[in-house]
């Protein structure tokens, strides 16, 4: 492997360094929060992912350094974690914020005004696609699917949802965050840091105050084939019938 610009992706031809090691104490505590993850698993390699974002919560993105840590407890290469890391969109593979914006850029919330408020995010921040504001507040991506149709546009903050955005609430939501203002969820848990969410991810206890008893339901819309599949009555239709012509040809009023 050859270090690389990180801008243009150009190998240099030298080899790159062994990634660091974690300090002694840090290095024990995820060792122990480690051991902890795979008692779960009867296969150690089937942890992999929940480690992923045991070390992602401790710098906030997976470093070299955490991979080779999740090779070393899972007795695998640094290849195969770094494959696994690379694939996943849900690991950062660069320094982010505190809050990872995401704006909703599928089809139905784009047309809904998604674009429209990824665009004005951009601009209003400063910054592109997966880039972090100044201050390390608030990291802006858009994102496929938020899988919250009914309420579209979505944005959604350390995956929690913020429903039926505008432009202007998303400006609100993005200067609360990172003035420090508390905000709460549209649907679901309270907020808390990305590190925090990494950490919850990776199977340790929510200790977020209501976070169990919060709840982030589907909406309407989204629920009707459940509701068909359960043999409850369909709803009634939103298109009446449409009535017939009086009009017709007289040959297809004889017709049999």
């Known amino acids: 492997m050859t270090t690389s610009s990180p801008r243009r992706g150009v190998g240099l031809g030298m080899p790159e360094l062994p990634a660091p090691a974690y ?3 840090v290095r ?9 993850v795979i008692a779960r698993y009867p296969d150690s390699r089937s942890a992999l ?3 992923l974002h045991l070390v992602q919560s401790e710098e906030g993105h997976v470093t070299r350094t955490g991979m080779r840590f999740c090779a070393e407890v899972l007795g695998l290469t640094t290849a195969e974690v770094t494959a696994v890391a690379t694939f996943y969109t849900m690991y950062r593979r660069g320094p982010s914020g505190d809050y990872q914006v995401g704006v909703c850029t599928n089809t139905l919330c784009a047309v809904m005004g998604g674009d429209a408020i990824f665009d004005s995010l951009q601009e209003y921040l400063g910054v592109g696609n997966g880039e972090t504001t100044d201050d390390g507040k608030v990291t802006l991506e858009h994102i496929e699917c938020n899988a919250a149709c009914d309420f579209a546009p979505v944005v959604m903050v350390n995956w929690e949802f913020f429903d039926n955005q505008t432009v202007e609430s998303a400006k609100r939501l993005v200067d609360d965050l990172r003035a420090g203002r508390d905000v709460s969820p549209t649907r679901g848990a309270p907020l808390c840091t990305f590190k925090d969410t990494a950490r919850i991810l990776a199977g340790f206890p929510d200790e977020r105050e209501g976070a169990v008893e919060a709840s982030g339901g589907a909406g309407p819309a989204s629920l009707v084939g ?4 359960r043999g409850e009555t369909a709803p009634a239709r939103v298109v009446h019938p449409r009535e017939e012509p009086d009009d017709r040809p007289a040959a297809e ?3 049999g």
């Open 253 to 255: 009023e004889g017709e």
């Open 49 to 51: 992912l929940p480690l």
């Open 28 to 36: 024990a505590r995820l060792e122990a929060d480690a051991r902890e």
């Open 23 to 25: 300090p002694d104490d």
């Open 226 to 229: 459940l509701r068909l599949a």
